[in-house]
Structure formats: structure tokens, C-alpha cells
């Protein structure tokens, strides 16, 4: 009982009142020493080229809560049929609300005149009567008559081509919480007499926010006039990338342009499900018979899409950062150590040098001092 004491006592002092210090070895090697300067070298790069320059640890990051506003702008003129009609914004853009998403009318197939209910019958996707013709083999069903018949599609020009010259304006604001950065993309220097004037163009005005819608299309790739024909999906990202160690008015958007639904080499090709279409029903009352105009409408879907990065200064992760880079160069003294002790020819003698034994109670112990 009194020698486990005394070991609990001598095991406590040990731990508390001594202190372990590494051993270091003093190895003259040009061949090792070479190896260990460039591997430090190595992490050095890493960490100032790729950690702090690059990826720019030494700052915090924070993305924005957006919002969007857009309206559009122009005429369009069709005589189709010798029956002539003027498409304003309220025709040609749906839904009209001024969302971040939305669709340009550029083609159409128009049915006028559709009724339904008795005897409105035909031969067409609806109801099912529950009356059969034996002899032509078909049903009839109760549906909305005449029936569209959407086998062509206008082209050469597509009706509505003259979208090509209307005119979209984009209202953004974005919102870093984290710094309390607020900036709308009407920044410094764009007022009203600016706007009334300017249309986009990414070198002569990259910051004026109305955009030609033919100028869009361009900028993604496409042809105006394939594109018009069947309609097509369109993205405008626009780009707050701000660096707050400078001047907030430094932080500007710019604005990119993608072709959301393929490549543009593949729209002349014959390839399923191509462009972007959908049906449209204007209903009234005539002579009291409801009546119907149905449209299947051709036209450009554009999907206005924020991304943003916000970055600033911050002790935190540039503290974080050093730390990692610190630690990493224990890489070099690994390697280092590998090379002396199984590579090189003297390998028996470093490990000598490296380790120390020695000799207690009959049993061999392995100290090693770094």
C-alpha cells in the first residue's frame, strides 16, 4: 500500500513540476536539404499564392438577398391576313407583372372564335360524349370548336420579329447582411437623363441597365430569327463579386448572358422538344355564347438570376489561415525525416543520431528526441 502511494506521488510530481523539451539534430546534407528548402518553399507559395492572394483567406464572405424589378418596352405590328393589329407590352409579355421571370412573345398560332357547349361538338381531344361512328371509327368529344391546328408554324419572318428592337429594363438591388452593405445596380453617376439615353453594350456602357432584347440574344449565342420562330430560355446573371476593403461605390454588377436550354450550334438541328411554347386563352361573350381567341405562343423565357459575393477583412479567418499554413510546413520536416532515416546510404547512422537508447530493469527503451 505504501509503494502504490509513493508511485501515485512520484507519478503526480513527474507530471507537474518537469518538462519535456525535443531534441533536435543538426543533419550537414546537401542532398536532404535541398529537399526540405523546397518543399517549404512549396507550402510558401501555396499559402501566399493560393490561400491569401486567390482564394483571399484573410476575409470573411457573405452573399446578398436580392430583389428584382424589369420592364419591357416597345411595338410590334402584324398583318396577317389582311387583318392588321398593334401588340403593345400588355399583349406580348406574360405574366405582366414586372417578375424576374418571364416570357416574350415572338411567334403565334391563333385560333379565334372557339365555343363551347350544345350541340358544339367535334372531333377533338375533350370530353367523351359517350357517342361512337361505327363506320369512321372515332368518338366524339365535347370541346372547345374549331379545333387548333398548330401543323405550321409561322416563319420567314416569325410574326412578332420586330420583338428584336423592344427594350428591357432591370432594376436590381442587393443587400449584404453581414457587412450592411446596401447597392441597387443604379449606381453612381446612372440617373434618369443617363438611362433615357443609354442602352447596354458590355465595353461602351456596361452599367446602363436596359438591354435590347435582339442585343441579349446575341450576347447568348443564339440567332434572333431561329430563336423567335419556336422561342427559346434565356438567362441574365447578374454579378455582384465586391471586395469591401475598397470603397463601397467600387462594388458594381456586371451582367453575363446564357443560353438556358442548350448549345447554340444545335438549333438548327432536328432535335426533340426544341424552344419554349405554351397556350394562352383570352375568353369573352358574344351575342351571349361564350367565346374564346386561343394562342399558342412561341416566345423567349428570361430568367433574370443574382449571384453574389461580398468579402471584407476579418482577424478571424486570416488568423485560421496562418494557423493551417503554419502546420502544414510540418510536411517538410516529415519528408525530411523519411528521406534520412530509409533512403539515403548513412540511413543506420542518422537513426542513431535521431534516437537515443537506453538501458532499465534488464528491458530496452526507446526514447525518441526530436
Not at 392588321?84 to 407590352?89: F, H, I, L, R, S
Not at 459575393?309 to 489561415?321: C, N, Q
Request: include cysteine; charge should be negative; charged fraction near 20%.
Amino acid at each position: 500500500m505504501e509503494n502504490m502511494r509513493n508511485t501515485i506521488t512520484n507519478a503526480l510530481s513527474d507530471f507537474f513540476f518537469e518538462y519535456e523539451t525535443p531534441r533536435q539534430v543538426l543533419v550537414r546534407s546537401r542532398r536532404v536539404g535541398v529537399v526540405c528548402r523546397l518543399i517549404q518553399l512549396g507550402v510558401l507559395a501555396y499559402i501566399i499564392g493560393w490561400v491569401f492572394i486567390y482564394e483571399k483567406g484573410y476575409q470573411s464572405t457573405d452573399t446578398a438577398v436580392s430583389s428584382v424589378f424589369t420592364k419591357m418596352k416597345g411595338v410590334g405590328y402584324t398583318n396577317e391576313s389582311k387583318v392588321e393589329k398593334v401588340w403593345d407590352v400588355a399583349d406580348y409579355v406574360f405574366p405582366p407583372q414586372g417578375d424576374s421571370s418571364f416570357v416574350v412573345m415572338t411567334n403565334y398560332i391563333i385560333t379565334e372564335g372557339q365555343s363551347l357547349g350544345s350541340p358544339v361538338i367535334c372531333i377533338f381531344s375533350g370530353h367523351m360524349t359517350g357517342v361512337c361512328n361505327a363506320t369512321t371509327n372515332t368518338c366524339e368529344v365535347y370541346a372547345w370548336c374549331p379545333v387548333e391546328d398548330d401543323s405550321h408554324i409561322p416563319e420567314c419572318p416569325p410574326l412578332l420579329i420586330s420583338a428584336e428592337n423592344y427594350t428591357l429594363f432591370i432594376k436590381n438591388s442587393v443587400t449584404f447582411p453581414l457587412f450592411g452593405v446596401t447597392r441597387s445596380n443604379l449606381v453612381e453617376g446612372i440617373d434618369a437623363e443617363y438611362i433615357s439615353n443609354c442602352l447596354y453594350h458590355p465595353e461602351t456602357a456596361p452599367l446602363c441597365p436596359i438591354f435590347s432584347l435582339g442585343d441579349v440574344v446575341k450576347f447568348s449565342g443564339f440567332n434572333f430569327e431561329t430563336i423567335a420562330k419556336v422561342g427559346g430560355a434565356i438567362g441574365i446573371v447578374v454579378d455582384w463579386t465586391c471586395n469591401f476593403d475598397f470603397d463601397v461605390r467600387h462594388c458594381k454588377p456586371q451582367y453575363h448572358f446564357h443560353g438556358l436550354y442548350g448549345n447554340p450550334t444545335e438549333m438548327d438541328q432536328a432535335r426533340a422538344s426544341v424552344g419554349y411554347n405554351f397556350r394562352y386563352a383570352r375568353h369573352y361573350f358574344e351575342d351571349g355564347v361564350q367565346k374564346r381567341t386561343l394562342l399558342k405562343v412561341f416566345g423567349i423565357r428570361i430568367d433574370i438570376i443574382v449571384q453574389s459575393l461580398g468579402r471584407k477583412f476579418d482577424v478571424i479567418p486570416t488568423l485560421t489561415a496562418i494557423g493551417s499554413g503554419v502546420g502544414i510546413f510540418g510536411v517538410a520536416t516529415v519528408v525530411c525525416d523519411l528521406v534520412l532515416l530509409y533512403v539515403l546510404p548513412k540511413r543506420e547512422f542518422y537513426k542513431n543520431m535521431k534516437f537515443k537508447y537506453t538501458d532499465h530493469s534488464q528491458d530496452q527503451v526507446r526514447i525518441v528526441c526530436r
